[in-house]
Nanobody, 126 residues
Framework: QVQLVESGGDSVQAGGSLRLSCAASGLTSNSYCAAWFRQAPGKEREGVAQRYTWNGITHYADSVKGRFTISQDSAKKILYLQMNSLEPEDTAMYYC???????????????????WGQGTQVTVSS
């Protein structure tokens, strides 16, 4: 059974940085799409960034391009999201998700991902 556990969420001021982590267990394939989504109160869940482990290709939402970086420690199966220049609009619950055996599709769609973590809260104050 695939399990994903996020950590690193916190409350920060605008302009600050955070690094989220997602530890994966139970993945039997080394080729999968790994992604970060977020959901703000009263809004739909949206894709933030994703990375295909096989070739390292990444996609980012326009709202985070140039500020967020998705990366991965493949050996440890830990997914990261480095978030810089945080804005109040980045406030949300952040979730990691995986899509084993398949590459990433763009635009990101949460229905593509069968496995999800429980989320970690990021709050950015102005």
């Amino acid at each position: 059974q695939v399990q994903l556990v996020e950590s690193g969420g916190d409350s920060v001021q605008a302009g600050g940085s955070l690094r989220l982590s997602c530890a994966a267990s139970g993945l039997t394939s080394n080729s999968y799409c790994a992604a970060w989504f977020r959901q703000a109160p009263g809004k739909e869940r949206e894709g933030v960034a994703q990375r295909y482990t096989w070739n390292g290709i990444t996609h980012y939402a326009d709202s985070v391009k140039g500020r967020f970086t998705i990366s991965q420690d493949s050996a440890k199966k830990i997914l990261y999201l480095q978030m810089n220049s945080l804005e109040p609009e980045d406030t949300a619950m952040y979730y990691c998700a995986t899509r084993p055996y398949y590459g990433c599709r763009f635009p990101m769609a949460e229905t593509d991902f069968p496995y999800w973590g429980q989320g970690t809260q990021v709050t950015v104050s102005s």
